[in-house]
């Protein structure tokens, strides 16, 4: 379809509800994440890890360039490419689109992760500076960033050439600011290959660990062996992303994958935000080492199984019950009916609050941010900017969901009157 044609004007003329601060914020977001990103990476690794200084210490343009960076950066965007394209593991079908299609995935994310996890033993075992990632760490976030960019403007520009029903419900106001910022096309291909779903939880995700093993490599140079509050960041970290490609399939009913269209807010959360902020209390632990007691550190890892035990629980919960409301372990479960045929829970994880599953990330992200003391806030940036997210995303889902089920809805809300906080919110 031609950029101008009249059913695309149609689409674009009404009004659709504009979110995260609409044209401002599609202005300043895109400008101030990147310098949050470097200034982030920047304190983590001055000796004083100062969050609140004024100016604040942005690195400089020689620390943001490596020829090696690039080269990485895409070599390893292009392996998990190739991963994705094996005939691993198997396919499921998405939610049916608007058009009444439904789009295959392949569900091999875990065998991504496998595989990269042994090519890495295999590089240690022959000697590989791994912990050379520290110093790469820079140029590495400045590439991803640039790369985001350069990927979101071909999505916003491919995205002319498709037909209306393939555009995202609030991707195309006509405001090409907000529009390239928050994704007009909702599953733009090349052929059978999903960007949006590869770059949800493949590149970016298993980076983050790998840059947590290499920051755990450069304790292991500095210092001749792992911290015990390195090891619970990197243990931690990766239960977190193995279960996310474990529940791959999860993904495709998701708010991201269903609702979204894949502009530069998605690109960028999924390539730079989550490798090179999620991981900063691993670079923070390189130059600030912390005495960690074996007693703290039980108390941490039970708070991060309660978490994750919350977190697993409440969501396999409800994707049994979308898949089999009839299963026996969902089977008992009290409901109730909405307009549109679908039910909801009011027992079980989802009769405690109306989002347990943020709950346990949330207990999670702050086992996280534990091990790395009281002396700096540094370290607590990834729990309390996730506090601040998952609070605005449960109200994106709110408003939604009232739309999907008005009046039933509103009487989910009477029954769990609390959305993520048991008595407290
Ligand atoms: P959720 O899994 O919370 O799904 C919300 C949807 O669930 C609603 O739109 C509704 O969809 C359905 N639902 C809501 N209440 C009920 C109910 N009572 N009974 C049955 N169905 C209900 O969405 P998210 O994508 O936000 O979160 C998925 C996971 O990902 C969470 O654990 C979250 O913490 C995590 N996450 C992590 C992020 C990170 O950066 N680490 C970022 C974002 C999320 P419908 O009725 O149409 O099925």
């Given at each position: 379809m031609k950029p101008n044609s009249p059913a695309l004007k149609h689409r674009t003329s009404h009004d659709t509800e504009r979110e995260f601060g609409g044209a401002l914020g599609a202005l300043c977001i895109p400008v101030s994440l990147p310098l949050t990103v470097l200034f982030l990476m920047a304190a983590s690794r001055s000796?004083?890890?100062?969050?609140?200084?004024?100016p604040p210490a942005l690195p400089s343009r020689d620390q943001l360039?490596?020829?090696a960076a690039p080269v990485l950066l895409l070599g390893w965007i292009a392996l998990h490419a190739l991963l994705y394209l094996m005939p691993l593991g198997k396919v499921s079908e998405g939610l049916m689109l608007s058009d009444g299609t439904r789009l295959k995935y392949p569900i091999n994310g875990f065998h991504g992760l496998c595989v990269s996890c042994v090519l890495l033993m295999l590089l240690l075992a022959l000697g590989?500076?791994?912990?050379s990632l520290f110093e790469l760490l820079l140029p590495l976030a400045a590439c991803a960033m640039a790369v985001s960019f350069l990927f979101s403007v071909y999505l916003y520009i491919r995205s002319f050439w498709v037909p209306p029903h393939a555009l995202a419900v609030g991707g195309n106001t006509g405001n090409p600011l907000y529009d390239f910022f928050i994704g007009r096309e909702l599953n733009p291909r090349i052929g059978n290959f999903d960007l949006k779903y590869f770059c949800e939880l493949r590149p970016g995700l298993i980076g983050w660990v790998v840059i947590n093993l290499g920051m755990l490599m450069k304790e292991v140079e500095l210092r001749g062996s792992p911290s015990l509050a390195m090891l619970l960041v990197n243990g931690f970290q990766l239960l977190y992303v193995a279960d996310a490609l474990w529940n791959e399939?999860?993904?495709?009913?998701?708010m991201d994958i269903v609702h979204d269209g894949f502009g530069f807010m998605l690109v960028f959360g999924d390539l730079a935000w989550v490798p090179f902020t999620y991981g900063l209390q691993a670079s923070f632990l390189v130059l600030h080492p912390q005495a960690l007691s074996w007693t703290r550190a039980a108390a941490i890892a039970a708070l991060n199984g309660i978490g994750y035990y919350i977190f697993r629980k409440s969501n396999s919960q409800k994707n049994q019950f979308r898949r089999d409301p009839t299963h026996s372990s969902v089977a008992g479960l009290e409901t109730i009916a909405t307009a549109s045929g679908k039910r909801l829970l009011v027992s079980g994880w989802w009769g405690l609050v109306r989002h347990p599953n943020y709950l346990g990330d949330l207990l999670m992200a702050l086992a996280w941010s534990l091990?790395?003391?009281?002396?700096?806030?540094l370290p607590y940036f990834y729990v309390l900017y996730f506090t601040v997210l998952l609070i605005h995303r449960e109200a994106r889902d709110e408003r939604q969901c009232r739309a999907k089920y008005g009046p039933a809805w509103a009487s989910y809300c009477r029954r769990v009157p609390f959305r993520i906080f048991p008595y407290v919110y």
């Open positions: 000796p004083e890890a100062g969050v609140l200084q004024w360039w490596d020829p590989a500076p791994l912990g399939e999860a993904v495709l009913s998701t091990p790395c003391g009281f002396s700096h806030l």
